[in-house]
């Protein structure tokens, strides 16, 4: 049984098809909604370089068909000698599943650490949703400065991150945009990208902070660094030192925690609430336990996609081999390189130590994406529709029978 269909949990299933596993063992993933999200391409939603079912394919299109899916949330579970049951809640009632092997892949949810305000004042960004509501944020505000003839409208993005910045980049094409549509000119928007540390994206190589830096200034997001957010109002960001960020609307991408549920578990968790895993990932006193992606300590990895994924080939191969009675193989972390977007059109991308930036950027990270999509007819799909786009937008640009850009 796999609890959570993000990429771990998705991937996971695949592979133990892929594996042949699914042949003597029943299969089933459970997951809160009904589609798979892949979300390092759900930034560009807000500037339409994707669309919906692109990102978004149901469980039904990309999951074998020799798995079983279940809907709904998981609400608790025993673990424990001679049994593992999990409560699933759904639309029409609970559900108690069992199963021999349980792999934990719940992933994360947004963290407040506490703020005052934060709940009530700041958005997440992490579904489809929240992409749909802050896209339509974006228009409804460039309609208000329409018509309010000297208002300006502002924007607040806490944390510096990978999440903070390409959301930064991202919000700035849409809303120059929108403002351009409407007559007006870019300074009429304000977008401010907020983090106590002192430079953005701290994990990240040299070369892709100088890149995002630079499209960043371009875009006219002014940075405040180096300081802590003491909470939010409607009024806008309060930060530790006295001042205040006005803000329209605050973006929270500051810090995740992992799923809560997992609280009501037996498992030892660290202060930051997730499971110490050893190299297998198996769970310490619970055989036939795994846990992997954002709710995994003890193993030295980013809680990004790539690994999520990589953790989760190795959890397939050692439920294969627990099933032939072989020894287990350790999940070792080496980093493969860091890709984001930077708004409309350009991306920057560095891949086992080569920098790429712009239009190279942008098609290395969009053709890497394109392989990594978890099954290939789908992926061929979403191809020939970003292929079909490209040669639009070129035409439209070409043709001196097109009507002049908007954007």
């Known amino acids: 049984m796999i609890l959570g269909g993000g990429f771990g949990g998705l991937y996971l299933a695949r592979a133990l098809d892929a594996l042949g596993v699914t042949r003597s063992a029943g299969v089933t993933l459970v997951n809160r909604a009904p589609a798979f999200l892949f979300l390092p391409l759900l ?17 039904a ?9 279940v809907c709904g949330e998981v609400a608790g579970g025993e673990f424990h000698a001679g049994r593992r049951a999990v409560l699933v809640r759904q639309a029409d009632g609970d559900l108690v599943l069992e199963a021999d092997t349980v792999v934990l892949a719940l992933g994360s949810v947004s963290d407040d650490f506490g703020l005052p305000g934060v709940r009530s004042h700041a958005r997440p960004f992490r579904s489809l ?9 974006l228009i409804d505000a460039a309609q208000r400065a329409a018509a309010a003839p000297g208002e300006t409208v502002s924007f607040a993005i806490v944390g510096a991150g990978p999440s903070g910045v390409e959301l930064a980049a991202v919000m700035a094409d849409r809303l120059h945009a929108e403002l351009r549509r409407a007559g007006l ?22 070369a892709l902070r100088h890149l995002a830096r630079r499209e960043l200034a371009r875009r006219g997001v002014e940075l405040h660094l180096g300081v802590g ?7 806008g960001v309060e930060l530790e030192n006295g001042a ?33 895993v050893g190299r297998t990932l198996e769970v310490p006193g619970f055989p036939g336990v795994y846990a992997l992606g954002d709710i995994a300590a003890s193993v030295a990895a980013p809680a990004t996609a790539q690994v999520a994924v990589r953790q989760a080939l190795i959890v397939a191969r050692n439920i294969a081999a627990a099933l032939r009675g072989e ?33 190279a950027g942008y098609v290395t990270r969009r053709l890497v994406y394109l392989l990594a999509m978890p099954d290939p007819w789908h992926a ?13 937008e070129a035409w439209q640009a070409w043709s001196p029978l097109s009507p002049p850009a908007t954007e």
Not at 129 to 137: E, G, M, Q
Not at 191 to 203: A, G, K, N, V
Not at 261 to 271: I, S, T
Not at 333 to 338: D, T
């Open 129 to 137: 949703a929240d992409a749909r509501a802050l896209k339509a944020s």
């Open 229 to 235: 957010v003491a909470g939010c109002s409607a009024a």
């Open 327 to 359: 020894p287990s193989r350790e999940y070792h972390y080496e980093p493969l390189g860091e890709m984001m977007t930077l708004g409309r059109g350009a991306a920057a991308a560095n891949i086992l130590g080569l920098a790429f930036d712009g239009i």
């Open 244 to 276: 205040r960020v006005a803000a329209d609307a605050i973006v929270w991408t500051a810090g995740s925690r992992p799923a809560p549920v997992l609280a009501d578990f037996p498992f030892v968790r660290d202060r930051r609430g997730r499971i110490p």
């Open 380 to 392: 061929t799909k979403v191809g020939l529709s970003w292929l079909g786009q490209s040669l639009e």
């Open 61 to 69: 299109e990309v999951l074998p068909g020799s798995c079983r899916f």
């Open 43 to 59: 930034y560009e939603i807000l500037t339409d370089e994707v669309a919906a079912w692109q990102i978004a394919p149901s469980f």
């Open 185 to 206: 000119p870019p300074a009429r928007a304000q977008l401010h990208l907020i983090d106590r540390l002192p430079e953005i994206l701290p994990q990240y190589a040299s």
